[in-house]
């Protein structure tokens, strides 16, 4: 009997680390107008991940041309990764890089973060 209970009290504890790992606490982050593309500033490419959502559902750069892919979790422990790109960041940093093939690249969050974690993806466009 005393296993089981020990078993249960382990099973909530991890899921509400889960949970709280996503949740961190911080105040919602301002939400922007998910449905047009990121701006860029320069060279910049700024993608925030708040729980369970990025700040735009699609971010543009131009093929052949360097820029800096930016990365920031403002709410909860986020990370990203590039389907097909050698981008894996799984905390707060900045990446320089060029992409000579143009397409569209997925964008997802590669820190097991809570229950939308699946849902979290967007896309890199490159023209």
Same mark, same amino acid.
């Given at each position: 009997? =005393?296993?089981?209970?020990? *078993? *249960?009290?382990s099973?909530?504890? *991890?899921?509400?680390?889960?949970?709280?790992?996503?949740?961190?606490?911080?105040?919602?982050?301002?939400? #922007?107008d998910?449905?047009?593309?990121?701006? #860029?500033?320069? #060279?910049?490419? =700024?993608?925030?991940?708040? =729980?369970?959502?990025?700040?735009?559902?699609?971010?543009?750069?131009k093929?052949?041309?360097?820029?800096? *892919? =930016?990365?920031?979790?403002?709410?909860?422990?986020?990370?990203?990764?590039?389907?097909?790109?050698?981008?894996?960041?799984? $905390?707060?940093?900045?990446? #320089?890089?060029?992409?000579?093939?143009?397409?569209?690249?997925?964008?997802?969050?590669?820190?097991?973060?809570?229950?939308?974690?699946?849902?979290?993806?967007a896309?890199?466009?490159? $023209?």
């Amino acid at each position: 009997m =005393n296993k089981k209970w020990g *078993l *249960l009290v382990s099973s909530v504890a *991890l899921s509400a680390m889960l949970i709280t790992a996503c949740g961190g606490g911080k105040e919602q982050a301002a939400s #922007t107008d998910a449905a047009a593309p990121a701006a #860029t500033t320069g #060279t910049q490419v =700024n993608i925030e991940a708040s =729980n369970w959502k990025f700040n735009q559902e699609t971010f543009e750069v131009k093929a052949g041309e360097e820029f800096t *892919l =930016n990365f920031k979790s403002t709410e909860g422990f986020h990370g990203i990764g590039i389907q097909g790109l050698d981008v894996d960041m799984q $905390k707060d940093g900045s990446k #320089t890089m060029k992409i000579d093939t143009a397409g569209e690249y997925t964008i997802f969050c590669n820190v097991i973060c809570g229950p939308d974690h699946g849902k979290m993806v967007a896309k890199l466009v490159v $023209k």
